[in-house]
């Protein structure tokens, strides 16, 4: 019995090649296979607390919710400075009607979906579409105005069965950011589509330090911008592997994913022909014919895939580390005593209102528990507070790699923040003792 992705391939043949910068296209014998990325998260890391029976998969402690946080706020500011275009938020909830374009749209995607009973049946959004372009069905853009950019991100669910759950990788509710550029013909969405690539290429470096460009296009779509993926090639110095589709299964007809070197696919670009007519959205000059624009959707991924991929980023080094900004934890305090708490709490209390994400190991465990377990959690820094620390004296903070610095209050600050700044992302209660999940 074939699967619903099953359904979207059959009797479509593929064929692999390579496109080097020196513009050669060359045939592959098949895809490269470089093994299945992890689904899960470390579980050493703290973040996420795995549920049994009717409960939830999994609930994300306070360490992991700033690590979402962290990576949503990434995403948005990534989507503002370097995509460009404007936010939209819009409802999570649409009509479910026969014929309409939103189910000819969900008829292109190969998952299950999630309804409401009752007289009036609705669906539960599976990706950003169903938002966006209702933003735009039925609109005439002047030519003036293209491109046209618009971003979101969203919580989207899908109904998958429990064999096809696959940890953070694979869930049934999930954040996902998608940004539609509306491009008045071809020739203009191939230039925004170069422009959105290479931005990409340069985002990824926040994350990884190895990455691929795949693309997958129909045989027509190669046919009609070999020059063009050429000229991408050239210009970003590196080959593209091409996946070429015998005909169109999708909206699009070419698309681009890149893959990190630890599997995981990221960001991504699709060139959409068909969605402009399904809605009904035109453009043209005042005074022409009215055509159907360009779709590009690009997605900087889901903050819960982003984790996957820092954490397999960071497990590569010696020790294993996060960037400092993406680290959950900056600074771990440890008090050595009780009569040292109420001054290790203050200073994270301090620390963290000026931007530094601090917590306070007060639990009921030797100091050398405490660091062991701030290793275990890829802490950055760690500190001991103890009577002289407690009284204002300067702090002895280890890095992960085992260095040790002296630091003043303001010194501490001055060098965990000359980098990045001050966070925007905050932490909750700073005591673990007092956390509801650690």
Same mark, same amino acid.
């Given at each position: 019995?074939?699967?619903?992705?099953?359904?979207?391939?059959?009797?479509?043949?593929?064929?692999?090649?390579?496109?080097?910068?020196?513009?050669?296209?060359?045939?592959?014998?098949? *895809?490269?296979?470089?093994? %299945?990325?992890?689904?899960?998260?470390?579980?050493?890391?703290?973040?996420?607390?795995?549920?049994?029976?009717?409960?939830?998969? /999994? +609930?994300?402690?306070?360490?992991?919710?700033?690590?979402?946080?962290?990576?949503?706020?990434?995403?948005?500011?990534?989507?503002?400075?370097?995509?460009?275009?404007?936010?939209?938020?819009?409802?999570?909830?649409?009509?479910?009607?026969?014929?309409?374009?939103?189910?000819?749209?969900?008829?292109?995607?190969?998952?299950?979906?999630?309804?409401?009973?009752?007289?009036?049946?609705? +669906?539960?959004?599976?990706?950003?579409?169903?938002?966006?372009?209702?933003?735009?069905?039925?609109?005439?853009?002047?030519?003036?105005?293209?491109?046209?950019?618009?971003? *979101? $991100?969203?919580?989207?669910?899908?109904?998958?069965?429990?064999?096809?759950?696959?940890?953070?990788?694979?869930?049934?509710?999930?954040?996902?950011?998608?940004?539609?550029?509306?491009?008045?013909?071809?020739?203009?969405?191939?230039?925004?589509?170069?422009?959105?690539?290479?931005?990409?290429?340069?985002?990824?470096?926040?994350?990884?330090?190895?990455?691929?460009?795949?693309?997958?296009?129909?045989?027509?779509?190669?046919?009609?911008?070999?020059?063009?993926?050429?000229?991408?090639?050239?210009?970003?110095?590196? %080959?593209?592997?091409?996946?070429?589709?015998?005909?169109?299964?999708?909206?699009?007809?070419?698309?681009?994913?890149?893959?990190?070197?630890?599997?995981?696919? $990221? /960001?991504?670009?699709? /060139?959409?022909?068909?969605?402009?007519?399904?809605?009904?959205?035109?453009?043209?000059?005042?005074?022409?014919?009215?055509?159907? %624009?360009?779709?590009?959707?690009?997605?900087?991924?889901?903050?819960?895939?982003?984790?996957?991929?820092?954490?397999?980023?960071?497990?590569?080094? $010696?020790?294993?580390? /996060?960037?400092?900004?993406?680290?959950?934890?900056?600074?771990?305090?440890?008090?050595?005593?009780?009569?040292?708490?109420?001054?290790?709490?203050?200073?994270?209390?301090?620390?963290?209102?000026?931007? +530094?994400?601090?917590?306070?190991?007060?639990?009921?465990?030797?100091?050398?528990?405490?660091?062991?377990?701030?290793?275990?959690?890829?802490?950055?820094?760690?500190?001991?507070?103890?009577?002289?620390?407690?009284?204002?004296?300067?702090?002895? +903070?280890?890095?992960?790699?085992?260095?040790?610095?002296?630091?003043?209050?303001?010194?501490?600050? *001055?060098?965990?923040?000359?980098?990045?700044?001050?966070?925007?992302?905050?932490?909750? *209660?700073?005591?673990?003792?007092?956390?509801?999940?650690?």
């Amino acid at each position: 019995m074939p699967t619903l992705r099953d359904r979207h391939t059959l009797g479509i043949s593929v064929r692999h090649l390579v496109i080097t910068p020196d513009g050669r296209l060359n045939t592959r014998d098949s *895809e490269a296979k470089s093994g %299945p990325a992890p689904a899960a998260l470390p579980r050493h890391l703290g973040w996420i607390e795995h549920g049994s029976g009717d409960g939830p998969q /999994f +609930v994300w402690t306070s360490a992991g919710s700033t690590a979402l946080n962290l990576a949503e706020q990434w995403i948005r500011r990534a989507s503002t400075d370097r995509l460009w275009g404007d936010e939209v938020v819009t409802p999570s909830l649409y009509p479910w009607q026969d014929g309409s374009p939103l189910q000819t749209l969900a008829g292109t995607f190969a998952d299950r979906l999630y309804f409401t009973d009752g007289a009036r049946r609705q +669906v539960l959004r599976w990706n950003a579409d169903p938002g966006l372009f209702s933003v735009l069905s039925g609109r005439h853009v002047p030519a003036s105005r293209l491109p046209l950019r618009l971003w *979101e $991100t969203c919580r989207c669910f899908r109904l998958n069965q429990s064999g096809e759950r696959k940890g953070v990788r694979r869930m049934d509710e999930f954040t996902l950011h998608d940004h539609h550029a509306i491009c008045s013909d071809e020739q203009s969405a191939l230039l925004e589509y170069e422009r959105l690539v290479m931005a990409q290429l340069d985002l990824i470096g926040d994350w990884t330090d190895q990455a691929e460009l795949v693309f997958t296009l129909t045989e027509d779509a190669l046919d009609a911008r070999t020059d063009f993926l050429a000229r991408l090639s050239e210009r970003t110095g590196r %080959p593209l592997n091409v996946e070429v589709l015998s005909r169109r299964r999708h909206y699009w007809d070419m698309k681009h994913k890149i893959v990190t070197r630890s599997g995981y696919s $990221t /960001f991504n670009t699709q /060139f959409d022909t068909d969605n402009a007519r399904r809605f009904g959205l035109t453009t043209g000059s005042a005074h022409g014919p009215r055509t159907y %624009p360009v779709v590009l959707h690009t997605s900087l991924s889901s903050p819960e895939r982003l984790l996957l991929v820092a954490a397999a980023q960071a497990s590569g080094s $010696t020790p294993a580390r /996060f960037p400092l900004w993406f680290a959950p934890v900056q600074l771990r305090l440890m008090p050595v005593n009780h009569d040292s708490v109420a001054e290790a709490v203050a200073l994270a209390r301090r620390l963290s209102a000026a931007g +530094v994400r601090t917590d306070v190991d007060d639990r009921n465990h030797t100091i050398s528990w405490k660091v062991r377990k701030a290793a275990e959690e890829w802490t950055h820094f760690v500190a001991v507070i103890g009577p002289r620390e407690a009284a204002g004296g300067p702090l002895a +903070v280890r890095d992960r790699d085992g260095t040790t610095q002296t630091w003043h209050e303001r010194e501490l600050l *001055e060098q965990i923040t000359k980098e990045h700044g001050a966070s925007p992302v905050r932490m909750g *209660e700073v005591r673990l003792s007092r956390r509801a999940t650690s």
